[in-house]
């Protein structure tokens, strides 16, 4: 298969071509491993899962890579300040290049080759057509910073937190398919602070606990961790500086056009000690489906069912769905039987 | 008075009661009523004025204390009209500032926060400056969308006075801008803008 077969040539943004071939949807993270959701500390060691799965490899390239990227390309042409590192963060950024080229080299050699002479470094991305030759760890050597360098070839959205004082400062990001959060009004943050307009974790105890856990962080030991939100139409960059451009498409759903233009939202988060920095890299994954894939799938379809029914309306508030939740509820019903579902999240073990 | 605030919002700074701290040097900044705040770290601790370096400007209210605060005779004492105006002259003593400069902030929290920005720009600790609360409760806010800053907003929703979007203001703070977020009330249904409500007075 040639690169161009595999490889979607799909937009996130206007006309909204993107779909999902029925293998991607076989494998999509669905994020419910129950009937209910409530914040937790939900994460668990980043170790390979089972072969074709999104846990399979360290970093998961799939068939929306070069799409993306070139999504990602668009957002950064009118909006420069979704990329930032503040002056201190430019090592953590070699430490995330290393480990990202690392694992793409390692994990897709059909696609990606890292050779290494010294710290002279060649390479080659096949998808992206990029073949660069740079100094490891010189700046001028590279067209962009080491950070922006790479997460203009990885998919997701990244932030880079250095850690002081007992705490983590988010203080460098790229960050294109963010659900609705500033990195530009965050950077400089720490923990608490970000999380500050998250509703009833604090009071649950989840921030103290989770940061507790991450300083503690050992490289060579990352851990995962899932998040979810809901969006109309696959629209990745669902930013609060576009707001106004994007909001009104909640308003205009109707019955018949909520199978295809609902997305389910899942963010596959990673989270990765670095070695020269000791700061943390924070891969945020985005991955979309529609309502109408996601119910070809009975388990999911009743388990969704249930949880969008039964979630505390802060939780649906602060996603900013609670104005469409009946729709979607009445939609999901037609796909839940009442019959039980069996633990987990994989689609197969019904 | 000093002011109660709610603390839910855990990015929202909270702030104390200045304090007479031994130190070299002490630069006091503050606007409006906080002129209040200083005369009373005066009274506390005399000796502070012998090396007390302040700057002050009137509030966007009106309160003008230059006559009170030159009355107690700081060592130095300049009248600057805004913060932006002073910021110069704020940015070079906390440039010049060897260890054991002591920084005190009084008055409404967007003086509080760029002096609080530029001190740590100027690589002091966010904590190494004291800050007291006084007087009007005005907001200094950054669109989230087209980034212009407001200052002294009174009122949630409010006009951008740069993109013209009308924008609420949320709780949610960012020390390095010095500001709280301003996001389009009207985003999902363009037009319908609830009428303006005076919250920060
Ligand atoms: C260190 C890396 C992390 C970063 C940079 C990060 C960043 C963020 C940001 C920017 C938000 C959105 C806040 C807003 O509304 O403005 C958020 C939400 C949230 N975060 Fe984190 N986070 C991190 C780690 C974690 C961890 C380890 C947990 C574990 C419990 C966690 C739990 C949550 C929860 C529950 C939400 C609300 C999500 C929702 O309901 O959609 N975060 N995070």
New binding site residues.
């Given amino acids: 298969m040639s690169l161009d077969d595999y490889f979607h040539d799909e937009t996130y943004f206007g006309d909204f071509t993107y779909r999902n071939s029925p293998q991607a949807i076989k494998r999509f993270p669905f994020p419910f491993p129950e009937d209910d959701y409530m914040?937790?500390?939900?994460?668990e060691p980043h170790v390979p899962g089972r072969k074709g799965s999104v846990f399979e490899h360290a970093f998961d390239v799939d068939e929306h890579y070069v799409a993306q990227m070139r999504d990602r390309a668009r957002v950064l042409a009118e909006d420069p300040l979704r990329c930032q590192s503040l002056p201190h963060m430019t090592l953590a950024g070699w430490d995330l290049l290393e480990l990202i080229m690392e694992s793409f080299a390692r994990d897709y050699p059909q696609w990606f080759e890292l050779h290494k002479d010294g710290n002279r470094w060649h390479w080659i991305n096949r998808p992206l057509g990029i073949d660069d030759k740079f100094t490891f760890l010189d700046e001028s050597t590279l067209p962009y910073g080491p950070m922006e360098y790479i997460t203009r070839q990885a998919q997701g959205d990244f932030?880079l937190?250095d850690q002081r004082n007992d705490n983590?400062w988010?203080e460098a990001?790229m960050v294109t398919t963010?659900?609705?959060?500033?990195?530009d009004?965050?950077i400089g943050m720490n923990?608490h602070e970000?999380?500050?307009?998250?509703?009833l974790?604090r009071e649950m105890g989840?921030?103290d606990?989770?940061?507790k856990?991450?300083l503690q962080l050992q490289h060579g030991a990352p851990?995962r961790?899932f998040?979810?939100?809901m969006t109309v139409d696959p629209l990745l960059d669902t930013s609060?500086e576009n707001y106004h451009k994007w909001g009104p498409s909640k308003t205009t759903m109707t019955r018949e056009t909520i199978g295809r233009r609902q997305h389910l939202r899942v963010?596959l988060?990673t989270?990765f000690r670095l070695p020269r920095s000791n700061a943390?890299a924070?891969p945020?994954r985005c991955y979309m489906i529609s309502f109408q894939d996601l119910v070809t799938q009975p388990k999911w379809a009743r388990r969704l069912h249930r949880v969008i029914r039964d979630l505390p309306e802060e939780?649906a508030t602060?996603?900013g769905f609670l104005r469409n939740r009946p729709l979607m509820v009445e939609y999901l019903s037609q796909f839940d039987d009442g019959k039980p579902t069996s633990p987990g999240w994989w689609p197969e073990d019904e | 008075m000093q002011t109660q605030f709610d603390t839910t919002m855990r990015s929202r700074p909270r702030y104390g009661v200045l304090e007479p701290r031994p130190g070299l040097a002490h630069l006091i900044v503050a606007d409006g009523e906080g002129g209040e705040a200083v005369l009373a770290l005066f009274a506390q601790a005399p000796e502070l004025l012998e090396t007390a370096r302040v700057i002050y400007m009137p509030g966007a209210n009106g309160t003008d204390m230059t006559a009170e605060l030159e009355a107690v005779k700081p060592a130095q004492f300049s009248r600057v009209p805004s913060y932006a105006a002073g910021r110069q002259r704020i940015v070079k003593v906390l440039g010049d500032a060897h260890m054991g400069l002591q920084v005190y902030v009084t008055g409404t929290e967007g003086l509080m926060g760029q002096v609080q920005r530029d001190a740590m720009e100027a690589g002091l600790p966010h904590d190494a400056v004291q800050t007291e609360h006084r007087g009007s409760l005005v907001r200094r806010v950054q669109c989230v969308h087209c980034k212009g800053i407001t200052e002294h907003v009174r009122t949630d929703p409010f006009q951008c006075g740069h993109c013209g979007l009308n924008l609420f203001v949320r709780d949610?703070y960012s020390r390095r801008l010095a500001a709280f977020q301003g996001v389009c009330v009207d985003a999902e249904d363009p037009g319908e803008v609830p009428p303006a409500v005076e919250r920060f007075k």
């Fill in positions: 914040y937790s500390v939900n994460m932030t937190q983590l988010i990001g963010q659900a609705d959060w500033s990195v009004f965050d923990f970000w999380h500050a307009p998250v509703p974790a989840v921030f606990r989770a940061l856990f991450l851990v961790r998040n979810w939100t609060p963010e988060q989270l943390i924070f945020i939780l602060y996603k | 949610h």
